[in-house]
């Protein structure tokens, strides 16, 4: 029997499956959709990912109704969203100091550390920093 594989995403793949509008890789955004379907994969996120979602449909400027049936489909995915511990938030504070990244950005690379389990990611950012212990995977490579 095949392992299920742990992904951690950050919020750039999760805004790919509730609007498509303007975003690239959606088809491999959806393939990760499938392997957890086809219990492949599991997801998970920091709970902050929500809130970065949120704000990424805001800023589509999408309709009130649009933006809230795509919180309604974020919630139906199934993503384990953690609450940040503090040791993760002081993980993530080491991380974003030393690779001049931002709290929330390293928040999920913490947390991929942690969980040691592959970072997907759209984040240009993300894919640039090499850090020990941390395997970031663009998602246009996502196969």
Same mark, same amino acid.
């Given at each position: 029997?095949?392992? %299920? %594989? ?7 793949? +999760?805004?790919?499956?509730? /609007?498509?509008?303007?975003? /690239? ?8 959709? %499938? ?7 599991s997801i998970i996120m920091p709970e902050l990912a929500k809130c970065e979602v949120g704000n990424a449909l ?7 109704? /649009? ?24 993980? +993530? ?7 001049n990244v931002t709290f929330y950005d390293a928040s999920f690379m913490a947390l991929a550390k942690e969980k ?6 759209? /984040? ?20």
């Open positions: 029997m095949k392992t %299920k %594989k742990t992904l951690i995403l950050d919020s750039s793949v +999760a805004v790919k499956w509730l /609007n498509k509008q303007d975003e /690239n890789y959606t088809e491999q955004a959806d393939k990760i959709l %499938k392997d957890v379907q086809g219990d492949k994969s805001l800023n589509k400027k999408m309709s009130l109704p /649009n933006t809230l049936g795509s919180l309604t489909t974020l919630y139906s995915i199934p993503i384990h969203f953690v609450p940040q511990s503090q040791q993760q938030a002081q993980n +993530a504070m080491q991380i974003a100091h030393e690779n040691k389990a592959d970072l997907i990611t759209d /984040n240009p950012k993300h894919q640039k920093k090499k850090i020990q212990g941390l395997r970031v995977v663009p998602l246009k490579e996502y196969r």
